[in-house]
Every structure is written in structure tokens, then in C-alpha cells.
């Protein structure tokens, strides 16, 4: 497919869908956005599942279930230091990546325990990611607002990496992992990610300090999201396959769209916490 084609559909999805994501995190209260956000992840469970060389559905489906149960039992320990526990545990686990981003060929052979290890990942990386958001959605003025800074940050980045990297892109980020990834394209990334903070740090009143901490929550945030993505990336070079699935056109499969979030919330919130913000 076309370059021009691809950034078409990408373009027309994401006018489609952005609306209702948007209007999903502003106007919904945080028990439906949890749910929603809850299948978010639940689909990009059974894709990460699949990728990690899993192809028992019966059995997918009751990792499922335990991943349901899970969220539902963190839902009661939202808001409370057990659930930060849980959130700071997702960013030690996102931290631990990079370990195996520096070795792309580690665990790349298509063993049965290669395929338990990837999935024994999926834990640490979604459920603290989910509780982030749902402790973010339901956290008293301007919560809402937070939460879509928190996720637009994320598509700010990837959108000023397609961008930049598309025109300017010369030096490779991880050529074994990602060819197309370039070091200016994380730049047009983390650019346009800054000047959103820009934004939403005027819209929530934050000045001087304030405003300069959030600039910094951003940058760490949207290196982790980096992180995610390349971590979704080696999944599937890994397993041999372009897209995570097909759901979105121009935009491949759920994980496709979440693997940045995945990093970039827990990291993002706990820093919100951490500096009363």
C-alpha cells in the first residue's frame, strides 16, 4: 500500500474516532470510562496474547477473564496506597524493557517459554496502566481534562514522530526493531507532545512552577510511551507480523494504539501524585 494511502486512512480514522474518545473521557463518569478503557485493554490483551505464540483460544479467553476479575478487584482499590503500589509497579515494569529492547533477537526463537514470558509481561504492563486512568478519570477538578492530556500526549507524540520522521527522518532509532523509527522523528514527537502541555497547562491554570513540573512529567511520559512502542514493535517483528490486527485502517490493531498508553500512564500519573501537581 501507497504511503499517500496509508496516511489517508490513517487521516480518516482518526477523525472518526477521535470525537468519541474525547467526548468518552470529558462527559462520561469514571465507572463508564473505566469499562470502556477495561475493554480497551481486554482486546489488546488477546492481540498481545496471540503475539506472544499463543493460539488456544480457550485458553486466551480465560486469561481474559482473569485480566476482567483483576480490574474489577483494582476498581475497590483505586484511590488508595495499595492501588499506587500497583501503579508504581507498572513503571518498574516498563523500566525493566529496555533490557530486552537492547537484545532484539533474546527470546525471538519460538519456544513454548519464550511465548510464557512474553505473556507473563502483560500483567505488569495493562492492569497498572488501567488503574492510572481510572485513578486519573476520578480525581476531583479538572480530572477529566488531566485525563485527556494524559492521552492525547501520547497520540501528540506519535503523530509529531509520523510527521517528522516521514520528512526529516535520517538516523535510525532502533533499525532492528522498528526500520522506520527515526531519532527525528522522537524529536517532532516530543515537540508537538510539549507544546500540548503547553496548552492544557494554560487551561488548568498552571503557571510559573507548576506549569514547568508539567512540562517535565510530559517529557519522562512520552519516553516511556516511546518505550511502549517499541516493546509493541519487537512483539510483533518477533512474531513476524506487520500489525497487531486489523481493527482500525491505517492504524492496524487495538494494541496498535494503546502500546504507548500502556507506558506512558502509570509514569504519568504517579509523577502527577508525586508533585501535587
Known amino acids: 500500500m501507497q504511503a499517500s494511502e496509508v496516511l489517508r486512512q490513517r487521516t480518516l ?21 473505566a469499562l470502556a478503557i477495561a475493554g480497551a485493554v481486554l482486546a489488546g490483551l488477546w492481540e498481545w496474547s496471540r503475539l ?16 476482567a476479575a483483576l480490574c474489577l478487584g483494582l476498581w475497590f482499590w483505586r484511590g488508595t496506597p495499595a492501588g499506587t ?16 529492547l537492547r537484545h532484539p533477537t533474546r527470546l525471538a526463537a519460538p519456544r513454548a517459554a519464550h511465548a510464557w514470558i512474553k505473556l507473563g509481561f502483560v500483567l505488569p504492563a495493562m492492569l497498572p496502566a488501567w488503574l492510572a486512568l481510572v485513578v486519573l478519570h476520578g480525581d476531583g477538578r479538572h480530572a477529566h481534562v488531566w ?7 501520547v497520540w501528540a507524540a506519535d503523530t509529531g514522530a509520523y510527521f517528522a520522521g516521514t520528512r ?5 532509532l532502533a533499525p532492528l526493531i522498528s526500520p522506520g523509527k527515526t ?9 508537538l507532545a510539549v507544546l500540548l502541555a503547553v496548552v492544557f497547562g494554560y487551561a488548568l491554570d498552571l ?13 519522562v511520559s512520552t519516553a516511556f510511551s516511546i518505550i511502549g512502542d517499541l516493546s509493541e514493535s519487537l512483539l510483533k ?15 492496524g490493531g487495538l494494541l496498535d494504539r494503546i502500546d504507548g498508553v500502556l507506558a506512558a500512564a502509570p509514569v504519568f500519573v504517579l509523577l502527577k501524585l508525586w508533585l501535587g501537581l
Request: charged share 10%; net charge positive.
Open 85 to 100: 503500589v500497583v501503579i508504581a509497579l507498572g513503571v518498574i515494569a516498563w523500566l525493566l524493557a529496555p533490557l530486552w
Open 13 to 33: 480514522t482518526a477523525v472518526l474516532l477521535a470525537p468519541a474518545a474525547i467526548l468518552l473521557i470529558l462527559l462520561a463518569p469514571t465507572w463508564l470510562f
Open 183 to 191: 531519532w527525528e522523528g522522537v524529536a517532532g514527537g516530543v515537540a
Open 147 to 153: 485525563t485527556l492530556l494524559a492521552l492525547m500526549l
Open 52 to 67: 506472544a505464540g499463543f493460539r488456544n483460544h480457550a485458553g486466551r479467553s480465560l486469561l481474559l477473564a482473569l485480566m
Open 237 to 251: 517483528r518477533q512474531a513476524a507480523v506487520k500489525d497487531s490486527g486489523r481493527m482500525f485502517p491505517g492504524h
Open 168 to 172: 526529516f527522518g535520517q538516523h535510525k
Open 207 to 219: 503557571r510559573g512552577l507548576d506549569l514547568l513540573l508539567l512540562l517535565g512529567v510530559v517529557w
